[in-house]
């Protein structure tokens, strides 16, 4: 039923933008439609719940290139155990890999304790509303920082992410094949509900969640658009495999850690070895690893 309803709305919404372009009336007319979707289909998460700056960057960070659904088995267990800056800052690096397990890209799990180390150090325990500020931190860009201001605070700002990108494709991008979101960002500062952002981006992501189902092309369009590559067998398998070792052996020598991958793997754990250990993750003394202190 829906869907007839919403192919007669973005017929009707079509025709007027191309006749009168971005005008008052046509941001109007977009707000109310994703809203009345919003109102009868809204998500529940418990990142939606509860809402403090802190709570806020954890989910952000975590949701970076993972689904919701496995954000949501994992955001309250994370919580429970770090229930803020302070907790997370002083637990060791071995406890927030332990927790983080399931999540994959474990450079976010760094990047979050390394916020917190900075938050408590110098910011007093409390999360900068400075999207300035928030891009100086690690895993953090444009996108991240002013979505954690807009939820956090319900600051209006402007970004773009896969299933907003997937909306303004939708809605002002019809029959365009490559669209750059330096063409789609404009009409989202424009577009959006300054009197209650935060609502208005939860509304934006759940059609977004809505057409990927209806419309699986739509972000195929996007410039940005990059097919995810297989995870089995890729570099970023072993280098969870190898993290995951040493959180339940705590220490082990190299030559045992080879031992556990086949041939065709064993030439790339050098070089992953010494990655991780660039990047933070592990400490190597002589021929023994183990998780950074």
């Known amino acids: ?5 919403e192919e007669l709305f973005i017929s009707d919404f079509h025709r007027l933008f191309i006749k009168r372009g971005l005008t008052s009336e046509v941001i109007d007319l977009f707000q109310k439609i994703i809203y009345d979707y919003y109102k009868n289909h ?3 998460f418990p990142f939606r719940e509860n809402i403090t700056p802190y709570n806020v960057l954890v989910s952000e960070i975590m949701l970076q290139q993972t689904q919701t659904r496995r954000v949501s088995e994992k955001y309250l267990k994370f919580k429970k155990k770090f229930p803020d800056f302070l907790s997370l800052s002083i637990a060791s690096l071995e406890e927030v890999l332990k927790e983080w397990k399931g999540l ?3 450079r976010r799990a760094i990047a979050l304790k390394t916020i917190a180390d900075t938050v408590v150090k110098n910011f007093e325990g409390k999360l900068p509303d400075s999207i300035d500020i928030l891009k100086s931190f690690p895993q953090i860009g444009h996108n991240t920082a002013s979505s954690i201001i807009t939820f956090a605070f319900n600051r209006s700002t402007a970004f773009i992410e896969t299933n907003i990108r997937r909306v303004y494709i939708y809605f002002f991008f ?4 490559k669209i ?3 063409e ?3 009409i989202v500062k424009n577009s959006v509900d300054n009197a209650n952002p935060r609502e208005w981006y939860y509304a934006l992501m759940d059609y977004g969640v809505m057409l990927k189902k209806a419309h699986p092309e739509l972000n195929k369009k996007s410039t940005h658009y990059r097919k995810q590559a297989p995870f089995k067998g890729s570099t970023r398998q072993i280098r969870g495999k190898i993290l995951e070792l040493l959180i339940k052996q705590g220490k082990m020598e190299i030559k045992n850690i080879q031992r556990v991958f086949d041939s065709n793997e064993q030439k790339k754990i050098n070089n992953m070895l010494n990655q991780l250990e660039k990047e ?7 021929d023994t690893i183990n998780i950074k202190t």
């Open 280 to 286: 933070g993750f592990i400490e190597i003394t002589d």
């Open 174 to 177: 019809p029959n365009k094949r």
């Open 104 to 106: 994959g890209y474990n």
């Open 180 to 182: 750059d979101d330096k």
């Open 42 to 44: 809204k998500r529940k």
């Open 184 to 186: 789609i960002l404009p």
């Open 1 to 5: 039923m829906f869907k007839i309803r």
